[in-house]
Nanobody, 120 residues
Framework: QVQLVESGGGLVQPGGSLRLSCAAS????????MGWYRQAPGKQRELVVV???????NYANAVKGRFTISRDNAKNTVWLQMNSLKPEDTAVYYC??????????????WGQGTQVTVSS
């Protein structure tokens, strides 16, 4: 059984910052890419950023220069530092990871989602 547990969402004023974290646990053999997606009301889920095991990143244009992803392979944890937040960043943020569990092949896993609201 593999789980992704997120934390760190909340309400913040425009221009503020939040830091999300996501920890993977369970029968994990290896973790490849990890990343964050978001889904705003009435919109499709979209990629925010992804990071490979060796640290290569791919950011959505909307968050470049404001958001930073980091990862600790030893702790199976990924963080998303969000600065200069805008109202349009309001969404449910989901952690995603491509994980090879013991006895299983590679599979996508998702966290439960954490709400980020940017409002004055």
């Amino acid at each position: 059984q593999v789980q992704l547990v997120e934390s760190g969402g909340g309400l913040v004023q425009p221009g503020g910052s939040l830091r999300l974290s996501c920890a993977a646990s369970g029968s994990i053999a290896s973790i490849n890419a990890m990343g964050w997606y978001r889904q705003a009301p009435g919109k499709q889920r979209e990629l925010v950023v992804v990071i490979t095991r060796d640290g290569s990143t791919n950011y959505a244009n909307a968050v470049k220069g404001r958001f930073t992803i980091s990862r600790d392979n030893a702790k199976n944890t990924v963080w998303l530092q969000m600065n200069s937040l805008k109202p349009e960043d309001t969404a449910v943020y989901y952690c995603n990871a491509l994980i090879r569990a013991y006895g299983l092949g590679n599979r996508d896993y998702w966290g439960q989602g954490t709400q980020v609201t940017v409002s004055s």
